[in-house]
């Protein structure tokens, strides 16, 4: 993977930090982006995969991770959303996109703003990826009541100073840069027990190199980090929920969860079940959510394997040659075994058993993945009869 930094603006921190790397002539482009606080560091595990298999871009958003920190000035929602995907707009034009429609993954906080720009410019997006996304569900009425408890208790107190920080535009970035040197072993803590617990795991020395990198994005000057109270309320509910806002979009969308992403998958098989009830699915993976086992919130981290292969798998069927297609759909069934989630035992998967609402990915036990056999033969037989044969033979 090469890295740059690609101009989206005159000013001097008007940049984004970009990774790109893969064969040039596979289409279409597949573009990374990750979550708040995070960077383009955080799909390490998946590059070594994706990027023989894609051409493949990671770019951190304006204001986060090593991309420029221009002043953050927005006051409003529209305002917060308009840093980030104008600065993104301008992004693919400068890094040579303008002929191709993207694949665009966005992780948490990330796949909300991957989604809003999908609805803002549909012809630029060919399918949208939301990874444990955030803001999907409306926000429950008496939520502030369950976290709040007894206002006078301790729980209670602690949780108002709480909300005054969060209105107040109290970052975790800023605590960080404010308790100086404990600020950074805050982090190393945090990245010492974060990510032990599902999957693979890190090893001790990932864990060495991630303190240092994680900390040298957090103590960089604040900026994008500050649009948090603008898209967000405490409990990450949605000002503007997505489930309130995708019957908008125009293009098709896939969901991927860890299982044990305290996201929560069902709130978007819930989701998927009801755009289903409007419109049926326009490719394959449309309005479907594939939920990996083992994982959680970091899936791409936690089961760098089975995610790759999750997204290769929609990726797939716009591939531009019957080989690409036929090496991808190998490539995904070895060693894997795809089902019918639990998650998907309502009305969706029962409409529409050949491409049910949620699926499950895991590690075959035999070594050969569900549906192998059926993916691969039909990749070589053309690009539609492909995607019904395929979609049909990978689930059981």
């Known amino acids: 993977m ?66 420029g920190r221009p002043p953050y000035r927005a006051r409003t929602r529209e305002q917060a959303e308009d840093f980030f995907l104008g600065s993104l707009a301008e992004w693919r034009r400068a890094a040579g996109l303008e002929g191709s429609k993207m694949i665009l993954v966005g992780h948490s906080l990330g796949g909300y703003l991957a989604a809003n720009y999908a609805l803002r410019h549909p012809e630029h997006v060919q399918h949208l ?13 008496d939520w502030e009541r369950r976290w709040l408890g007894d206002k006078w208790s301790w729980r209670g107190q602690m949780f108002k100073m709480f909300m005054w920080g969060w209105e107040k535009g109290v970052t975790p970035g800023a605590i960080i840069r404010g308790l100086g040197p404990w600020g950074q072993s805050l982090v190393f803590k945090y990245v010492s027990n974060r990510f032990s617990h599902h999957g693979e795991g890190l090893s001790q020395r990932e864990i060495e190199v991630f ?24 409990g990450a509910w949605a000002h503007a929920p997505l489930e309130e806002r995708l019957h908008e979009l125009k293009v098709p969308v896939t969901f991927i969860y860890g299982r044990h992403d305290w996201m929560r998958p069902e709130y978007a098989v819930r989701l998927c079940e009801r755009l289903r009830s409007e419109r049926p699915p326009s490719a394959p993976n449309d309005l479907s959510v594939e939920i990996i086992d083992d994982a959680g919130h970091f899936v791409f981290l936690d089961q760098p394997e089975l995610f790759d292969k999750a997204l290769l ?57 569900a549906g192998a056999g059926a993916g691969a033969d039909a990749a070589g037989q053309g690009q539609g009869q492909e995607e019904e044969q395929g979609q049909q033979g990978r689930y059981r």
């Open 129 to 141: 990826v939301l990874v444990c996304p955030a803001g999907v569900p409306k926000a429950p009425e």
């Open 313 to 369: 798998n929609v990726v797939r069927p716009y591939l531009r040659t019957a080989r690409q297609r036929e090496q991808a759909a190998a490539y995904v069934a070895a060693g894997t075994d795809v089902h019918v989630a639990p998650e998907a035992a309502g009305a969706g998967a029962a409409q529409l058993p050949q491409q049910p609402t949620a699926t499950s990915w895991g590690f075959a036990a035999s070594g050969a993945g």
């Open 211 to 234: 303190k240092e990198y994680f900390y040298s994005i957090a103590a960089l000057p604040g900026s994008g980090e500050y649009a948090l109270r603008h898209l967000l309320a405490p």
């Open 2 to 67: 090469q890295s740059s930094d690609v101009r989206v603006g005159p000013g001097k921190e008007a940049y984004l930090h970009t990774l790109s790397g893969g064969p040039p002539s596979v289409d279409p482009p597949v573009v990374m982006m990750p979550g708040y606080g995070a960077g383009v560091g955080f799909y390490y595990r998946n590059f070594p995969s994706l990027s023989r298999r894609l051409r493949l871009f990671a770019v951190d958003w304006l204001g986060t991770g090593l991309s």
